[in-house]
C-alpha cells in the first residue's frame, strides 16, 4: 500500500509565495519520478512540473522562473515553491509518484490534492 500525503496549500495574495509538499510512504522500493499536476474547476488536469531521481527536472512554460521543484530522494519527499503568483495559479494541486512497491511493478500513484487559491 502506498499513500502520497501533501500539504502547504492555502490562500495567498497575487505575487505572493506558498510552498507545497508531498511525502510518499509505504512498501515503497523505488520511485522514478515525482511531480505536480494541477486541475482548475472545468479543466483538464495538467503537468506543473516534475523531477527525476537523479535530479534532472522539467517545468511547463507557464511556470517557468517562478516555481522550483525539488525532491529529497531518502525521505521520498517531493517540494515545489510557487512564488509571483498568480490568480490563474489556482487549482487544486496533485503530487504524482512513478514508483516500484516491494510486492508489484511500476505504477502512478496519486495524492488526495490540495487547493491553492490565489486572490486579493
Known amino acids: 500500500q502506498v499513500q502520497l500525503v501533501e500539504s502547504g496549500g492555502g490562500l495567498v495574495q497575487p505575487g505572493g509565495s506558498l510552498r507545497l509538499s508531498c511525502a510518499a510512504s509505504?512498501?515503497?522500493?523505488?520511485?522514478?519520478?515525482m511531480g505536480w499536476y494541477r486541475q482548475a474547476p472545468g479543466e483538464q488536469r495538467e503537468l506543473v512540473a516534475d523531477?527525476?531521481?537523479?535530479?534532472?527536472?522539467n517545468y511547463v512554460d507557464f511556470v517557468k522562473g517562478r516555481f522550483t521543484i525539488s525532491r529529497d530522494n531518502a525521505e521520498n519527499t517531493v517540494y515545489l515553491q510557487m512564488n509571483s503568483l498568480k490568480p490563474e495559479d489556482t487549482a487544486v494541486y496533485y503530487c504524482n509518484a512513478y514508483l516500484r512497491t516491494i510486492e508489484a511493478g511500476w505504477y502512478d500513484y496519486w495524492g488526495q490534492g490540495t487547493q491553492v487559491t490565489v486572490s486579493s
Open positions: 509505504g512498501s515503497i522500493f523505488r520511485v522514478r519520478v
Open positions: 523531477i527525476t531521481s537523479d535530479g534532472r527536472t
